[in-house]
């Protein structure tokens, strides 16, 4: 008897773990812990959605690191993170990587608006550049303060490194894809160029509005004739600043549901709520 008994209950334990596997294989986990790697010019703000999402889903949890938009686009490819931060456009080739290694088609969604400011020292007296003079400031053709109306002292030049989506953005855009002089100083990350020009009077730097404080952004001319615009949401969104641009969440295509949820809270009322916050602008700014 005691047997039989002990054969019963085995039976039933059995029964019970196969119940119990069976219905966590069709529970919906997928999603509930979120990766999001990329762009540094996003980071701050993308840690500051993850904050508010996750005191509203307590269920979710989403890990948030910077390094760069090729950074975030390489862990795409890869499989080593959900969701991408990009401050550029994902070049074909890239977009070729992913199909190739993860078998799927990617999702570009555009969550800001942004404006790459021109930065200068508080106490610098020069209140605008032509895009010309820009590009030549970048490409080694002017190198002192005199040649833009101040004083003889040496251009001190700050830039971003080159897994940087703004290094990709201003070479493009800026520079017409010339090529950075050698003597530009590769810093990582946006709030690292606003920290070296803050400290220098010489020094210009470049990167994402949302950083542009204890510093002065400086107009921008699309040719000699024209008058110096600045960087602001009215500006950005009548498209008459020349350097304004979106800022991207890549995901795969079909995303998790808890991924997609995600994606829609960023761009609802809230999220673009945050957005404001840090100091970018909206989607209704330009999109």
Not at 77 to 101: F, P, Q, W, Y
Not at 109 to 117: G, K, L, M, N, S
Not at 170 to 178: G, I, R, S, V, Y
Not at 203 to 222: C, D, E, F, W
């Amino acid at each position: 008897m005691a047997a039989k008994i002990l054969v019963f209950l085995f039976t039933c334990f059995l029964s019970v773990c196969v119940f119990l596997g069976a219905l966590y294989s069709c529970a919906d986990t997928s999603g509930r812990n979120i990766t999001v790697k990329g762009s540094d010019t996003m980071v701050n703000m993308a840690a500051c959605w993850a904050e508010e999402y996750m005191k509203e889903h307590r269920e979710t949890t989403i890990a948030v690191t910077g390094g760069g938009s090729g950074v975030g686009i390489a862990a795409l490819i890869n499989g080593a993170t959900d969701v991408c931060l990009a401050s550029r456009h994902m070049s074909e080739k890239e977009r070729e990587l992913i199909r190739k290694h993860r078998g799927k088609d990617v999702l570009e969604i555009a969550v800001a608006r942004d404006a790459v400011a021109v930065f200068v020292h508080t106490d610098n007296p020069v209140r605008e550049v032509s895009l010309d003079q820009l590009a030549g400031i970048y490409t080694g053709k002017i190198t002192n303060w005199r040649e833009l109306g101040w004083t003889d002292k040496r251009i001190i030049l700050c830039g971003r490194e080159n897994t940087s989506g703004t290094y990709a953005y201003f070479k493009e855009k800026a520079l017409k894809k010339q090529d950075f002089t050698p003597d530009v100083l590769a810093i990582q990350g946006t709030s690292g160029v606003v920290h070296a020009v803050a400290n220098d009077p010489y020094a210009i730097g470049y990167g994402g509005i949302g950083y542009s404080s204890g510093v002065r952004n400086i107009a921008l001319k699309k040719n000699n004739e024209t008058p110096g615009i600045e960087p602001s949401s009215e500006t950005v969104e009548k498209g008459t600043y020349p350097l304004a641009r979106s800022l991207f969440f890549y995901v795969l295509e079909s995303p998790s549901p808890e991924v997609q949820r995600v994606i829609d809270w960023v761009l609802s009322d809230k999220g673009q709520k945050i957005v404001v916050d840090n100091e970018y602008y909206p989607l209704c700014a330009g999109n």
